[in-house]
């Protein structure tokens, strides 16, 4: 039995089987296919153009696919218009009606439906509730913040109570503080109600705070879906590596137990990347808060890159540097309470073991490494 089979009947279920979209010769989403759960937070992530909104927008029902098929909760919804799914979307821009109130806008979706007055009143409470806006009712959208803005207009979506909570960038316009507040609120809501929320955005960090699973997604396909943790610890290719969290990549020769960079430093890796045969272009990574840096010469190239230090920023409990090598310069995280002490221009060594190394084939190097730019002709 396929997987899709398996959903059929499930309230909250989300299948996406080929689907491609074009928009003239562009192909916005190609053959993607997507099984999200009942109950579950999946994000869609990825760069501007990657295909994640057009993903969302043929979900809630305003793009169609060119091919392929979407089912939710089991029903086939090709043709089918956005007011006759059992879908709800929220956008970066909240659109609230601003002659209204608060109560109002809310009510206004089941107003159309022609729902009675009286389970009007009911569900425009409860909605309210769930996002603690019942006592600013009566208020008007411009007399409030964007954050309490924001909760109206997820109230407005769960007022009809969907089986799918389609969310576009909903945070985008908040300030970074009310922005984490309103991550934080809205995991719990989720959880509190229980319904599938697929949320659009392309900051990795709400990504990773608020899902369940991460679709991240690249050239209208998927890259790598999987929980938070493992697109961070074990990233399937370079792209998602270097867009999950920072990375320093060095370009170099895959070996029989990791990579040789080009400037001589061997990369020995717990896991080489298995698609690389030896002897074939490829990257390595390290992550910033994978180095240790030491000032006692370690004696050997093996998992070792000497420099000094260029910068020094700090971030709270955290310090950055920059440490100066030979081919580039090495982004370096340390907790302020491990940190050693050190100026700029001290000479240091970036030491890191097999398990802090990725490895990966060189085919997305242009991705991840700021190429030098061609000397313009004289």
């Given at each position: 039995?396929a997987?899709?089979?398996?959903?059929?009947?499930?309230?909250?279920?989300?299948?996406?089987?080929?689907?491609?979209?074009?928009?003239?010769?562009?192909?916005?989403?190609?053959?993607?296919?997507l099984?999200?759960?009942?109950?579950?937070?999946?994000?869609?992530?990825?760069?501007?153009?990657?295909?994640?909104?057009?993903?969302?927008?043929?979900?809630?029902?305003?793009?169609?696919p060119?091919?392929?098929?979407?089912?939710?909760?089991?029903?086939?919804?090709?043709?089918?218009?956005?007011?006759?799914?059992?879908?709800?979307?929220?956008?970066?821009?909240?659109?609230?009606?601003p002659?209204?109130?608060?109560?109002?806008?809310?009510?206004?979706?089941?107003?159309?439906?022609?729902?009675?007055?009286?389970?009007?009143?009911?569900?425009?409470?409860?909605?309210?509730?769930m996002?603690?806006?019942?006592?600013?009712?009566?208020?008007?959208?411009?007399?409030m913040?964007?954050?309490?803005?924001?909760?109206?207009?997820?109230?407005r979506?769960?007022?009809?109570?969907?089986s799918?909570?389609?969310l576009?960038?909903?945070?985008?316009?908040?300030?970074?503080?009310?922005?984490?507040?309103?991550?934080?609120?809205?995991?719990?809501?989720?959880?509190?109600?229980?319904?599938?929320f697929?949320?659009v955005?392309h900051d990795?960090e709400?990504?990773m705070?608020?899902?369940?699973?991460?679709?991240?997604?690249?050239?209208?396909?998927?890259?790598?879906?999987?929980?938070?943790e493992?697109?961070?610890?074990?990233?399937?290719?370079?792209?998602?590596?270097?867009?999950?969290?920072?990375?320093?990549?060095?370009?170099?020769?895959?070996?029989a137990?990791?990579?040789?960079a080009?400037?001589?430093?061997l990369?020995?890796?717990s896991?080489?990347?298995?698609?690389?045969?030896?002897?074939?272009?490829?990257?390595?990574?390290v992550?910033?808060?994978?180095?240790?840096?030491?000032?006692?010469?370690?004696?050997?190239?093996?998992?070792?890159?000497?420099?000094?230090?260029a910068?020094?920023?700090?971030?709270?409990?955290?310090?950055?540097?920059?440490?100066?090598?030979?081919?580039?310069?090495?982004?370096?995280l340390?907790?302020?309470?491990?940190?050693?002490?050190?100026?700029?221009?001290?000479?240091?060594?970036?030491?890191?073991?097999?398990?802090?190394?990725?490895?990966?084939?060189?085919?997305?190097?242009?991705?991840?490494?700021?190429?030098?730019?061609?000397?313009?002709?004289a």
């Amino acid at each position: 039995m396929a997987v899709g089979d398996e959903l059929a009947g499930e309230r909250g279920s989300v299948e996406l089987q080929g689907v491609t979209k074009r928009f003239g010769s562009m192909v916005a989403v190609d053959k993607l296919n997507l099984v999200v759960q009942p109950g579950e937070f999946l994000s869609l992530l990825g760069p501007s153009g990657c295909g994640k909104t057009t993903t969302l927008r043929m979900l809630a029902g305003f793009e169609q696919p060119d091919e392929g098929f979407i089912r939710i909760s089991g029903q086939y919804v090709q043709g089918i218009p956005p007011y006759k799914r059992d879908v709800n979307t929220v956008f970066q821009a909240y659109a609230l009606f601003p002659h209204m109130t608060v109560s109002e806008n809310v009510a206004y979706g089941l107003r159309q439906k022609g729902v009675s007055k009286a389970e009007m009143a009911t569900r425009v409470s409860e909605a309210l509730d769930m996002v603690k806006m019942s006592k600013l009712a009566e208020r008007k959208p411009k007399q409030m913040s964007g954050g309490q803005q924001q909760r109206v207009a997820v109230a407005r979506a769960l007022v009809n109570r969907p089986s799918v909570l389609l969310l576009d960038e909903p945070l985008g316009a908040l300030d970074r503080k009310l922005r984490e507040e309103m991550q934080i609120e809205l995991k719990l809501l989720q959880s509190q109600l229980g319904i599938t929320f697929i949320f659009v955005t392309h900051d990795q960090e709400e990504a990773m705070s608020m899902s369940d699973r991460i679709a991240i997604m690249l050239d209208g396909h998927i890259e790598q879906l999987a929980d938070p943790e493992t697109v961070y610890e074990r990233p399937s290719s370079a792209f998602v590596a270097g867009f999950i969290g920072r990375n320093n990549f060095w370009r170099g020769v895959a070996t029989a137990d990791g990579v040789r960079a080009d400037d001589g430093t061997l990369f020995i890796a717990s896991m080489p990347d298995e698609h690389v045969a030896p002897g074939q272009p490829a990257l390595a990574a390290v992550r910033p808060e994978n180095f240790q840096l030491v000032t006692d010469d370690p004696g050997t190239s093996r998992n070792s890159i000497p420099g000094s230090i260029a910068s020094v920023a700090h971030f709270g409990d955290t310090l950055q540097y920059v440490v100066r090598t030979s081919s580039r310069d090495v982004l370096v995280l340390t907790p302020r309470a491990n940190a050693p002490r050190l100026s700029l221009g001290d000479d240091v060594w970036c030491t890191f073991t097999p398990a802090d190394v990725y490895s990966f084939s060189a085919a997305q190097a242009s991705l991840v490494l700021a190429e030098p730019a061609e000397e313009a002709n004289a």
